[in-house]
C-alpha cells in the first residue's frame, strides 16, 4: 500500500528553527510537494522537490532523498503566523497526489 | 482574480437529500479534482478528471459522482446523503502535465443529520 509518515503535532518557539520530516512508501514517485494549511483554510502551496537535495525559498526550505524515501521541511525565524498544518503530498506512478495527514506545528512566543 | 471558486460555502443537510457541489476554475488548469478532508486523516481523493469529458475514480468515490462537460467546471454530486459523508471537500486544478502544484478552492463545510 502507499503510505506517507509525518508527525501528528510539533511545537517550536518564536525566532526558533524547526524540521518537520515526512517519511514515504508509494508506488512510483513523479515529485513531493510541501502545503501549509491555516486552521479553516484551504491548503497552500509551498515547495516542490523531484531531484535529491536541498531547495530553498525565503525562510522555508525542503530536503528530499529519493532512495531513503525521505523529505523534510525546514522552517527558519519562527514567526507566530507560521503557526498551522505542514502537509506532506508524494505524486505516485499515476500522476495523483498521496497526501500525508499532515504535521501541526505550534509556535510559542 | 483567477482561482477556484467552490459553492456554497457551508452546508447542513438532512439525510437521503440530493447535493451538489460546485467547482469553477479560470485557470485554464486540464485537470481537476475532489478531496475530502477529515480531523486526523490526510486529504482524501474522491474523484479527478485529467481533461474536459473524462473522469475518474479515487480512494473514496463511493456516495459520488461527478461531471466534467467542460474544462471550468467540476461538479461533485451527493445523490443520497449519509452523515458519513460530513467532511469538509476541497477542489483543487492543475496543469497535470508539469511540475506545477495543485490550487485549491476555499473548501464546502457539509453536515449531514
Known amino acids: 500500500g502507499q503510505n506517507i509518515d509525518q508527525p501528528t503535532e510539533m511545537t517550536a518557539t518564536e525566532g526558533a528553527i524547526v524540521q518537520i520530516n515526512c517519511t514515504y512508501q508509494t508506488s512510483g514517485f513523479n515529485g513531493l510537494f510541501w502545503y501549509q494549511q491555516h486552521a479553516g483554510e484551504a491548503p497552500t502551496f509551498l515547495s516542490y522537490n523531484v531531484l535529491d537535495g536541498l531547495e530553498e525559498k525565503g525562510r522555508f526550505s525542503s530536503f528530499l532523498s529519493r532512495s531513503k524515501g525521505y523529505s523534510y521541511l525546514l522552517l527558519k525565524e519562527l514567526q507566530m503566523k507560521d503557526s498551522a498544518s505542514y502537509l506532506c503530498?508524494?505524486?505516485?506512478?499515476?500522476?495523483?497526489?498521496?497526501w500525508g495527514a499532515g504535521t501541526k506545528l505550534i509556535i510559542k512566543p | 482574480i483567477a482561482g477556484i471558486t467552490q459553492a456554497p460555502t457551508s452546508q447542513i443537510l438532512a439525510a437521503g437529500r440530493r447535493m451538489t457541489l460546485r467547482c469553477t476554475q479560470d485557470?485554464?488548469?486540464?485537470?481537476m479534482y475532489w478531496y475530502r478532508q477529515d480531523l486526523g486523516l490526510g486529504l482524501r481523493l474522491i474523484h479527478y478528471?485529467?481533461?474536459?469529458?473524462?473522469?475518474g475514480k479515487g480512494e473514496v468515490p463511493d456516495g459520488y459522482s461527478v461531471s466534467r462537460a467542460n474544462t471550468d467546471d467540476f461538479p461533485l454530486t451527493l445523490a443520497s446523503a449519509v452523515p458519513s459523508q460530513t467532511s469538509v471537500y476541497f477542489c483543487?486544478?492543475?496543469?497535470?502535465?508539469?511540475?506545477?502544484?495543485?490550487?485549491f478552492g476555499d473548501g464546502t463545510r457539509l453536515s449531514i443529520l
Open positions: 483543487a486544478s492543475s496543469n497535470s502535465y508539469s511540475n506545477q502544484p495543485q490550487h
Open positions: 478528471s485529467n481533461t474536459a469529458g473524462t473522469t
Open positions: 485557470m485554464r488548469h486540464n485537470a
Open positions: 503530498a508524494v505524486r505516485d506512478s499515476n500522476y495523483q497526489l498521496i
